[in-house]
């Protein structure tokens, strides 16, 4: 049973998030803050993205995910699905 504090997120970063080191800056950010989950580009020129874990550091992931790494430009960060199952580890996937 999953607890209600944790909570899992897919999310849609759109802007200039592809080739200026996106992907491996959400993948450190979320080890460090202890997330699950995945980071991938889109064909579209979007990153999606899963974060599992408790609900502040995904909140906090979320947040960080606007910013970005310093030569993103993010326009929107969109939940696009909130549940599911929590994935295990944290990996960066080929595009999709």
Not at 30 to 51: Q, T
Not at 56 to 71: H, N, T
């Amino acid at each position: 049973m999953v607890s209600p504090s944790c909570k899992t997120v897919t999310v849609r970063i759109e802007g200039r998030v592809q080739g200026v080191y996106y992907r491996a800056w959400t993948e450190q950010t979320a080890h460090r803050l202890n997330l699950e989950g995945w980071v991938r580009n889109r064909r579209d020129g979007s990153v999606e993205a899963v974060f599992s874990g408790p609900s502040a550091q995904v909140e906090e992931m979320l947040r960080r995910c606007a910013e970005g790494p310093p030569d993103a430009r993010v326009t929107s960060v969109a939940i696009t699905d909130e549940g599911g199952a929590s994935p295990s580890g944290f990996q960066v996937l080929p595009t999709h």
